[in-house]
């Protein structure tokens, strides 16, 4: 595995048709018997309406019922082609319901940039919601009930690996050493001290401070954590590298956090 070395300002890796990558996720998802429903936004700039899929997998009796989100920044495609992936291979775990938004900013990944098309960095804006999008998604999940665990699929084209976030004040049996070590055989783990200016627990994994209060923008992890979940896991898969490393690290981290949870 190598480095491509494309970032050096940002992100200037591969783009996606991501409303081919949804129309396939959508199709295979009504297959598997899967339950979809949409929030409608209002108009967005040139690019017209915008809506977002939701899909709901029930299951009787499930042990847990968790969240996953991914696109919610228009340069980081592997999360939605995680997505599609997990949902047309269909190997879930049998005792886990699941509700998923494959993309948050449907109108950033034709412009491959972080923000949408009007040029917000929708991750820093669920605690003063000012775009339609985090307005519309943060009333659908007011509807919704709490999950056991949530899941952000991301990348990050700075970093030397893959690492993520945990948010887990109540000390729950963590998921992270699980995530890092399903992920170490496909994508190198970023090994660093520091990492995004924090501090590692361990070799991938950061535990981020969670005062609300020091926190002046809350990304989508955030809001969830303090409405919807005790247990958030945010996945960051390196941009610098190929793009099927990346998106086979979001996979396996994914599935070695439900297996475990």
Known sequence: MQRLGFNRTGYSGESIDIHGVLRRIESAALAFGWRWERFTLPQLSHHGTADTLVL??????????????????????????????????????????????????????????RENSTGNDLNRDYKHPRTPEVQNHIAWLET?????????LHEDWESHGFYLYELNPD??????????????????????????????????IIIPQIDPTLRPDWPEA?????????????LEAPSDWPLPIRVNALVAGMRAALATL
């Open 144 to 152: 919704q009930p709490s999950f056991d665990a949530a899941f952000c």
């Open 56 to 113: 709901h997998r029930h299951v009787e009796r499930a042990r847990a019922h968790a969240y996953i989100s991914a696109g919610i920044h228009g340069d980081e495609p592997a999360g939605p082609l995680a997505m599609e992936r997990m949902i047309i291979e269909n190997r879930w775990p049998a005792d886990i319901a699941l509700t998923i938004c494959p993309c948050l900013n449907r109108t950033g990944f034709p412009l491959n940039t």
């Open 222 to 234: 955030f809001y969830l954590f303090q409405k919807k979940t005790r247990l958030s896991y945010t």
């Open 171 to 204: 000390q729950r049996p963590s998921l992270a050493r699980a995530i890092v070590d399903a992920v170490r055989p496909v994508c190198p783990i970023d090994e660093s001290a520091m990492i995004d200016g924090r501090e590692t627990h361990a070799p991938g």
